[in-house]
């Protein structure tokens, strides 16, 4: 928490043109600087004004504070969603309508136009060549301007979901701060919900409008594929539908239980590992490392089982997305043929555009959106429980700043628990005045910590009140440090005073000890402390309290963990001196110190057993004389002795230990691992190395060869059916011609049954069989009567059969569809292996690790690798892999494809090569770097 350290790098898409804008070209400075530059933290952009995290988080908060009062008025529970519907809707229906119009108008329209592109080749078109050119101009002209609308409307969309992301963080992040003692919360689960459930709200968003889009486009493109094939288009357009609305809708709602199950398995073993990580040193001490690592694995094994589960069904859904438009296609042209009628290349490529866009739509972004819906719903409902847990309810009553007291406590009594069985603190009656010192002292156990924590609000009283004028600065007793310099956990956001900030660390005794460390106050601490004693760090502790400016001081026995010259120079120079004018509240087992105290209270079970001062304690108890001379006899820690340098003494006029030059040699901060350069090969086999064996690997790679065989196979045979299709038909017609001349064939409405004839059109004879016959029209003239359509048939150089072809195009489904499932299966079973060895490698690395490993690196930091970064490797990695291994072996056949139709093609192939070779070099180092540094900048350190 480097307060001071910032970069000032402007965003350059706030003064871009709106053409750079348009192509995003306002980025191109910072990927020519990546590629040859490994970017820094420095080097990211400014956040624009309408993504600042306080902004973001007023917003929300405000909204979700409306939402509890409503709901408090109605008798209900708040909902999450309610507040985060009304903070950012209309935002993400703007992005709604741009989606809408792409999928509903310009996706649709681009097969039409291709239909006619393509009609116009055929013999029977009487399109011209000015409106073959229009078709595909508009062809490009829709593809390029898709493009365009698609990613602004994604990126909008993602913001939409960033922003969401970050108030709700910034929503929790102040809930934390208000967060009771007795809320049932770790660490661990917050954690969780920042970096697991919170990322949920960056996918949901690019895939939500799909839910209500697809039913829209779904009915303009049946009603096409209608328009286009009659009644044939309802067994591709039925099937399309079950497997979208019943099949995935309760594979969804199955995925929806199972996340919730991860979500808890996921908290436990979180939670599991920051109790290990906050007591390494116990473990370390006593050698329970393999215990505590058999239960971190089975806390692991069960997660495992249910993600293994899940995976399988997402495996499932994958496969679909790759069979799902060729089956459907499939069974239309099936039933079209046996309906009685030839297919032809405009008709089969514009139903299959047609069936690509309905399952992009509805067996792919639909069920996908339902899918991350029910996950984010899953998300939304655990951060909603953490919003509704018991916070600090303000206890304290403002003090009118004319009195001459600081706190009134009025017939207190409080407890940590609601149920007072015991009560922490009993009929507390006193009032503290301005500007004097008091002491608190007692015995351990007393209640002198919990009474300082009742001056705070911290601990609500059950009965009385409590009235406090002005603000308190607090000094804990147990001193803590966040990861950053030694000057920013004093100033601790507080802007720098130069002359103040020399005289708090010389009355705080630091002057010496910052001389002693490497850097000065610029050396970098961990949130353990690193290299600093038990009493370097009470000082720092000490001296961030009093930095502060406040009315009120509250100290929690800052003088324990000091020898007693440092003591009595914390006391003196300090607490009485520094703050003489202000008010002070010191709890102390030092009680050599009570005689220079106004006022000294002491405790006994959580009640006041005598007060006043020091003078007038020693008159009415003799014994309280005994108390204070055993205080006397020694008030050091042997333990913490023997870690002060014989060498380290109060230097009180010492100059500036840490004046402008030391800043010229500043330490490089201990930050988290940044790995560099580009991702090897070798570890993706390492990955899957360790989640398989060779047989799982070879039998996956078989699985996707032959799947993509499967897969292309269908596209190629569907195009060769249809070119024999027309090939066969054109023989025909033209040997009708001239064997008779008394038909009359009129090639230019072949396709239109009602005026002329439909040649060949196919019906089912007696034994089964599709079989082709001409049908005429009444109005042509009878046919001879030696003609024989058979005849015709068997003189053909070559016919293929509509059955045969059925047959052999079945096949390739039957392929395609077992052969990609297995190859999803498979795959995610060797993710899940490799996810599960992997965290038990890493944990097992980290338990082997030397103290200065987790004395250099927050706490945070390493359960970030254990949530967030695990996560990741969980869910997204595998199928992020998948994904793209399925991207390259669709290129593969694609292009295998048009190399069999056109060898030639192989030049522009080689040209498109180098350039998107060249694209990728200059892409990708850059958003691998960028990825890196937002896995750093988005861990919680500072929540563990």
């Not at 991350?372 to 939304?380: L, R």
């Not at 940590?416 to 009656?429: D, E």
């Not at 078989?702 to 195009?719: A, E, H, K, N, T």
């Not at 030639?904 to 070779?917: D, E, S, T």
């Amino acid at each position: 928490m480097d307060a001071t350290k910032k970069f000032e790098n402007p965003n350059p898409r706030a003064s871009a043109n709106p053409i750079s804008k348009l192509f995003f070209w306002w980025l191109t400075r910072l990927f020519w600087y990546g590629k040859d530059h490994d970017l820094e933290m420095k080097n990211v952009y400014n956040v624009l004004p309408a993504d600042i995290s306080e902004l973001l988080g007023n917003k929300l908060e405000q909204n979700w504070k409306n939402e509890v009062r409503a709901a408090e008025k109605s008798g209900r529970k708040p909902k999450f969603f309610t507040a985060l519907r009304k903070t950012f809707i209309w935002s993400f229906l703007y992005y709604g309508w741009w989606t809408l119009f792409l999928y509903t108008a310009l996706k649709v329209a681009q097969p039409y136009i291709l239909g006619l592109l393509i009609w116009h080749f055929d013999p029977r078109a009487t399109s011209t060549y000015q409106e073959a050119y229009l078709y595909a101009s508009g062809v490009i002209i829709i593809a390029i301007v898709s493009a365009l609308i698609s990613h602004h409307s994604n990126l909008g969309l993602m913001e939409v979901g960033m922003r969401m992301r970050i108030a709700s963080s910034s929503l929790m992040y102040r809930k934390m701060l208000r967060l009771s003692k007795s809320s049932t919360t770790t660490p661990g689960q917050i954690i969780n919900l920042l970096s697991n459930d919170m990322s949920k709200f960056d996918q949901v968003f690019l895939l939500l409008h799909y839910i209500w889009i697809m039913p829209i486009q779904g009915a303009l493109i049946a009603f096409l594929i209608w328009r286009s094939v009659g009644i044939a288009s309802l067994a591709g357009i039925f099937l399309i539908t079950i497997q979208t609305i019943p099949v995935q809708g309760y594979i969804s709602r199955w995925t929806s239980k199972l996340r919730l199950k991860i979500a808890v398995r996921t908290d436990e073993r979180v939670r599991l590992m920051s109790e290990i990580v906050s007591g390494i040193q116990v473990i370390k001490m006593y050698t329970w490392e393999k215990p505590f690592q058999e239960l971190v694995s089975r806390a692991r094994k069960y997660e495992i089982d249910v993600l293994t589960l899940t995976s399988y069904l997402r495996g499932f859904t994958l496969a679909t997305f790759v069979f799902t438009e060729r089956t459907t296609l499939y069974f239309t042209l099936m039933s079209y043929v046996f309906l009685g009628h030839s297919i032809s290349a405009d008709k089969v490529f514009s139903m299959a555009q047609y069936f690509n866009i309905l399952q992009l739509t509805m067996a792919i972004l639909y069920p996908m959106a339902v899918a991350h819906a029910a996950e984010a719903a899953v998300s939304i409902k655990r951060i909603e429980n953490f919003l509704l847990l018991n916070e600090n309810v303000p206890s304290i009553q403002p003090l009118s700043a004319t009195k001459e007291t600081s706190v009134i406590m009025k017939n207190v009594t409080a407890s940590w628990t609601t149920i007072a069985i015991v009560n922490t603190l009993h009929n507390i009656n006193m009032e503290i005045e301005t500007g004097e010192l008091y002491a608190v002292v007692g015995s351990v156990g007393a209640g002198k910590s919990s009474f300082l924590q009742a001056i705070l609000g911290e601990l609500k009283p059950l009965t009385g009140q409590i009235y406090v004028g002005g603000k308190i600065s607090y000094a804990s007793q147990e001193p803590w440090l966040f990861a950053g310099t030694v000057r920013s956990n004093i100033l601790f956001g507080q802007p720098y005073d130069k002359d103040k900030y020399q005289r708090v660390i010389k009355v705080c005794a630091l002057v010496k000890d910052f001389e002693q460390l490497p850097y000065g106050d610029k050396t970098l601490v961990g949130d353990r402390g690193t290299a600093l004693s038990g009493g370097q760090r009470a000082r720092i502790n000490l001296a961030r309290a009093v930095y502060r400016d406040a009315d009120i001081y509250l100290f929690d026995d800052p003088l324990s963990a000091v020898d007693t010259h440092v003591g009595r120079h914390l006391f003196d120079e300090c607490i009485n001196d520094y703050l003489k004018n202000k008010t002070r509240v010191l709890v102390t087992h030092q009680l050599q110190y009570l005689k220079q105290c106004d006022y000294v209270v002491v405790l006994n079970n959580g009640q006041i057993e005598n007060e006043g001062p020091f003078k007038a304690l020693q008159e009415k108890r003799t014994d309280f004389l005994e108390i204070l001379a055993k205080g006397e006899e020694s008030n050091e820690d042997p333990s913490e002795l023997l870690k002060i340098d014989a060498n380290l003494t109060l230097d009180l006029n010492q100059s500036d230990a840490n004046d402008e030059d030391a800043e010229e040699d500043e330490p490089e901060e201990t930050e988290e691992l940044l790995a560099k350069g580009s991702v090897s090969g070798s570890l993706y086999w390492k990955y899957l190395r360790s989640g398989g064996s060779i047989f799982m690997i070879v039998s996956f790679l078989f699985c996707m060869i032959l799947g993509q065989i499967g897969s292309s196979g269908c596209d190629y045979w569907v195009g060769y059916w249809t070119k024999q299709e027309e090939i066969h038909i054109k023989a025909m017609r033209d040997r009708h011609r001239n064997r008779s001349d008394d038909f009359t064939i009129k090639s230019s409405n072949m396709a239109e049954v009602d005026n002329e004839f439909e040649f060949p059109t196919t019906t089912n004879d007696w034994d089964g069989n599709v079989s082709s016959m001409i049908i005429f029209n009444d109005n042509d003239t009878a046919p001879p009567q030696d003609f024989n359509a058979t005849k015709i048939i068997d003189e053909d150089l070559y016919y293929l059969d509509p059955n045969t072809a059925l047959w052999i195009y079945g096949g390739f489904i039957i392929v395609s569809i077992v052969m990609t499932t297995g190859r999803n299966l498979i795959f995610y079973k060797i993710c899940m292996n490799a996810s599960k060895n992997l965290h038990n490698f890493m944990f097992s690395c980290l338990l082997k690790a030397p103290m200065l490993f987790f004395d250099n690196n927050p706490a945070g930091r390493i359960l970030n690798r254990f949530s967030k970064d695990i996560g990741a490797v969980d869910e997204i990695l595998p199928r992020t892999m998948i994904e793209s291994i399925q991207i390259f072996a669709v290129m593969i056949g694609i292009l295998v494809q048009v190399l069999i139709i056109n060898w030639w093609i192989i030049f522009a192939i080689i040209v498109m090569g180098i350039l998107f070779g060249v694209i990728r070099k200059i892409y990708v180092p850059t958003a691998q770097t960028v990825k890196r540094l937002e896995g750093i900048g988005k861990r919680a350190s500072h929540f563990a």
